[in-house]
């Protein structure tokens, strides 16, 4: 448990240092009220650049709120995930390949608790980024479009953070299994890509496949209440992250460290 | 204190350390010596727990059993890496805490060090701005900070200048005095400086082994070196017939006789000289090196 916290307070202290805990929550607010800014100011940035020739009707259909707050979550899905994987990818293999990792396993720390400690100090950089996001992207969808909900709101937040779970976990795993980082990113950018084809195709059998979280919980937002689909799909991400986590203790064990 | 039975490592089916063994008596400084390639850092790293060994045991007398080996040993690698947004202090204090220490003795003892191999003024700049020869020293105190029962330094010295060179070597030289230390280098004259015992690794196999005074007793020999104006190959046949000369050959620099009896051989080289009128430029008598011993094991 001590050296879980030596770990991860390093880790903050990097975060400190490289300037992570400031530029990381910029990058996801911007990413989250983009969307909700460009689409309530679209007829007037229409206008000003010139706008729709003379006479023609242009009719924006008025989005419902939950909508447009989804539409950061999708930014978020795109950019903010990768971000998230950029950042993520030289955990493990980074350190190893620049030869850090040889001063510091030759004391004696147990690998699962290395692995997990930088698991979790990454999923707290990148929650608190993306809760801080979030609620910016809430606050101008309440200000400008039509009023969401907190507790709507928070179960968003709760259970997208999920998804972000994966993903982390999916990139360290991959960071423990091979030692070029770059090689990390692209294989994990690739499972992704992959999950989701896959997911667009079998969707109607996979209800539970954890790219379909998205859309559960813009059903949530419709009904009011959490649809059965959005526990079994968050359980399941769940259940992959910590299975994720495992297997890299035990890749990481079988690896030859040096 | 130490043993290393049958220890064996194969990368891809190719043995690049070959069913070694031997023991470390507590307290001595040992050198592995081996040219680049004989497997040394291969040894070192299965000796820190950093690769994993094919075949073969590392046990430490003392330890408690099923022990985390590393508690036990510090290791410096060849090209020690470091945090370089770290500052020196923070390095020690962070390693130290992952080896168990707690924060405050960490800190207390990382203060030491710092002292220790004189980096004191240094120890709260970032590592990024490390010269080689601090960085080195960093190295050393980091291996140093949970007090190992033994530290093992691969190449300690050898990307140092020879300033930083002899100011390692001479912190070396101190560390003996509180724990164990095992270094490999391809420097013969570091490792009979401030070595008392010697490994010698060729191929991934240990060829000798043992303390500098036996080893000495067992290969060094009196030798006779000698160099004329003009060389001839006769003069080598004609040193060879003398009695109590052994083994002659050339080189550049002229011609060295191994020499079973000084005094005798002394005696007879310099009449023949006067006899043939040889034109002598240089002639010495000395005794074969650890470099000589080295090339004998070698290519045995």
């Known amino acids: 448990m001590k050296q879980f916290m030596t770990i991860m307070r390093k880790e903050f202290l990097e975060y400190w240092r490289n300037f992570s805990w400031i530029w990381v929550p910029v990058v996801f607010i911007f990413l989250s009220i983009m969307d909700p800014l460009t689409t309530y100011y679209m007829p007037i940035i229409l206008d000003s650049v010139g706008g729709l020739p003379e006479g023609a009707v242009f009719e924006i259909p008025e989005l419902p709120a939950p909508e447009v707050l989804m539409m950061s979550l999708s930014e978020i899905s795109m950019f903010g995930v990768l971000i998230i994987i950029l950042l993520t990818m030289g955990t493990i293999a980074g350190e190893r390949k620049s030869g850090i990792a040889e001063l510091v396993l030759v004391k004696p720390v147990k690998y699962p608790i290395y692995i997990t400690a930088k698991w979790l100090a990454k999923i707290k950089l990148f929650l608190t980024a993306f809760i801080i996001g979030m609620l910016v992207s809430w606050y101008y969808v309440n200000l400008l479009f039509d009023t969401i909900p907190f507790t709507d709101w928070l179960l968003t937040v709760i259970f997208y953070s999920f998804w972000l779970v994966f993903v982390v976990s999916l990139t360290i795993f991959y960071s423990t299994l091979l030692k070029n980082p770059g090689l990390v990113a692209a294989v994990s950018v690739g499972t992704l890509i992959g999950m989701s084809i896959i997911n667009s195709i079998f969707s109607h059998h996979l209800t539970w496949f954890p790219n379909s979280l998205s859309s559960h919980i813009l059903e949530l937002h419709k009904s009011g209440s959490i649809p059965s689909e959005l526990w079994g799909t968050a359980f399941v991400t769940i259940v992959l992250s910590i299975g994720l986590l495992f297997l890299s203790f035990f890749t990481f064990q079988k690896k030859e460290l040096a | ?300």
């Open chain 2, 1 to 300: 204190m130490f043993h290393v039975q049958n220890l064996t490592k194969k990368f891809d089916r190719t043995a690049v350390v070959k069913d070694i063994s031997f023991s470390l008596e507590k307290g001595n400084c040992v050198a592995l010596l081996g040219a680049n390639g004989a497997g040394k850092t291969t040894t070192l790293r299965m000796l820190s727990g950093l690769l994993k060994p094919n075949g073969g045991s590392i046990t430490f007398e003392g330890a408690e059993p099923g022990a985390d080996i590393r508690s036990y040993i510090g290791y410096l690698p060849q090209y020690p890496v470091f945090h370089s947004w770290m500052t020196g202090k923070e390095f020690l204090v962070y390693v130290g805490q992952l080896a168990h220490l707690t924060k405050q003795e960490a800190t207390e003892r990382a203060e030491y060090y710092l002292e220790r191999v004189g980096i004191a003024n240094v120890g709260n700049q970032k590592v990024g701005k490390y010269s080689g020869g601090m960085k080195q020293r960093l190295g050393i105190a980091q291996a140093m900070i949970h007090k190992p029962k033994m530290i093992m330094l691969d190449e300690p010295v050898s990307s140092l200048d020879p300033i930083g060179r002899r100011e390692v070597l001479t912190l070396m030289e101190e560390l003996k005095e509180d724990t164990t230390v095992l270094f490999s280098t391809h420097i013969l004259t570091d490792a009979e400086e401030i070595s008392d015992a010697l490994l010698v690794m060729h191929h991934g196999e240990i060829l000798e082994q043992g303390s500098l005074a036996s080893l000495r007793d067992k290969y060094q020999s009196a030798k006779i070196e000698l160099a004329f104006k003009t060389f001839e190959e006769e003069q080598l046949e004609a040193l060879k017939a003398l009695p109590g000369i052994g083994e002659v050959t050339a080189n550049r620099d002229g011609i060295i006789c191994l020499v079973d009896d000084t005094e005798q051989a002394r005696q007879a080289i310099l009449t023949k000289v006067t006899q043939e009128n040889w034109a002598l430029t240089d002639f010495s008598v000395s005794k074969t090196t650890l470099e000589d011993m080295f090339m004998e094991v070698v290519n045995k």
